[in-house]
């Protein structure tokens, strides 16, 4: 089992940046990936980004790509998501999400979530 726990949410102006964290907890060696999704009420759970742990290869969503970053700290067991130049679209619940090895980091549905934290961006 891996528990997982996001932090670092909150409400900025259009423009700002805001880093959100993840911290693992748990059997971390049996993940292939981790990656951060996003929701808002109504509409379907969007892929950010994710990272392959061994290699540290990112892969991102289009809508974030060249904004946002994904990094992760092995000693710290913590997963990153740092956001720049923020928009009012980007306001959503984020979710810190780990997939267990043998299943796919694209096409399966991530094994492990945490809580989520919320992300506001006003105009």
């Known amino acids: 089992q891996v528990q997982l726990v996001e932090s670092g949410g909150g409400s900025v102006q259009a423009g700002g940046s805001l880093r959100l964290s993840c911290a693992a907890s748990?059997?971390?060696?049996?993940?292939?990936?981790m990656g951060w999704f996003r929701q808002v009420p109504g509409k379907e759970r969007e892929k950010v980004a994710h990272?392959?742990?061994?290699?540290?290869?990112?892969r991102y969503a289009d809508s974030v790509k060249d904004r946002f970053t994904i990094s992760q700290d092995n000693a710290k067991n913590t997963l990153y998501l740092q956001m720049n130049s923020l928009k009012p679209d980007d306001t959503a619940m984020y979710y810190c999400?780990?997939?267990?090895?043998?299943?796919?980091?694209?096409?399966?549905?991530?094994?492990?979530w945490g809580q989520g934290t919320q992300v506001t961006a006003s105009s």
């Open positions: 990272i392959y742990i061994d290699s540290g290869s990112p």
């Open positions: 999400a780990a997939q267990r090895r043998g299943l796919s980091c694209v096409q399966a549905p991530f094994t492990y």
């Open positions: 748990g059997d971390i060696n049996s993940l292939s990936c």
